[in-house]
């Protein structure tokens, strides 16, 4: 076995039995659609939740926090009820530091999406799943974003979507390595302490690791990739190392790749 993948596997054995991966969404933003136990409302909440889940850890909690004061007990309805002028109103004063500032006005454009894309398809995975033949995730990912994009956005909310909230729909055709999107993916078809299975058309072989900072310092450590950048080819060769492991759920190892770079970060500062 590859040397890397060995001391993987020993890493997860370590965190299995200090509980620290059974405990561990209490801490991610999958926390947020943890809170609902319809099937409609963990979907479009998982989204948006994974959506807007970028930037510093605080960032992203306190981002959360105040759109969903805003979606309450049904996210799902309140989507679809969405008074995008009112909760531009509310979201006015709303900036999110992400490496861009993220406004309210790109977080009103997104949720005015997702309301005309669960209303023309039903669901988001409806969405994703019609007119795409692959059911791969770069497939899916694709069909997905770009029909999301494709909406006309309303004069009063800017008459299209602002250049940051372009940036926070990026596709796997840009290039681009979509941490977020795996990240739904993941959340919406592995079924375990975190993750929520409602996608069992799906299989997991057919995931993509969700590829954050702490994910990619880990994979480099461990040599589960050579390339230098963070993209859409990077995951998918990360993807096919660790299927070394599990040839049919190798997303499962995003949580410990994940712990493993943060206490390669931590061990990087102490010394």
């Not at 997702?114 to 770069?138: C, P, V």
């Not at 702490?214 to 859409?232: E, P, Q």
């Amino acid at each position: 076995m590859h040397n890397g993948l060995k001391r993987l596997e020993e890493f997860v054995e370590s965190q299995s039995q200090s509980g620290s991966m059974k405990y561990f969404y209490l801490s991610d933003p999958v926390s947020f659609p943890k809170k609902f136990k319809d099937n409609a409302d963990i979907e479009t909440s998982a989204f948006v939740a994974a959506v807007f889940a970028i930037g510093p850890r605080y960032a992203i909690f306190r981002t959360l926090g105040r759109i969903f004061d805003q979606l309450g007990k049904s996210p799902h309805e309140s989507i679809m009820n969405l008074d995008h002028g009112a909760m531009k109103n509310q979201l006015k004063d709303h900036i999110q530091f992400a490496y861009k500032n993220i406004t309210g006005q790109d977080v009103v454009q997104i949720l005015y999406a997702l309301k005309r894309l669960i209303n023309s398809h039903g669901s988001i995975q409806d969405a994703a799943r019609e007119g795409n033949d692959s059911e791969t995730a770069f497939g899916l990912l694709n069909n997905l974003i770009e029909k999301m994009k494709s909406y006309e956005i309303p004069r009063s909310l800017g008459g299209e979507l602002t250049p940051r909230a372009r940036a926070l729909l990026a596709t796997p055709k840009q290039g681009s390595a979509c941490k977020r999107m795996n990240m739904f993916l993941r959340w919406m078809t592995r079924k375990d302490e975190i993750d929520f299975g409602l996608y069992d058309w799906l299989g997991t072989d057919k995931l993509v690791i969700p590829l954050d900072v702490n994910v990619s310092r880990a994979a480099r450590k461990l040599d589960l990739t050579k390339r230098k950048t963070d993209n859409w080819k990077t995951a998918v060769e990360i993807t096919q190392r660790l299927k070394e492991l599990d040839s049919v759920d190798p997303v499962k190892y995003d949580v410990p790749l994940f712990l493993y770079g943060m206490e390669l970060r931590k061990n990087s500062r102490a010394s």
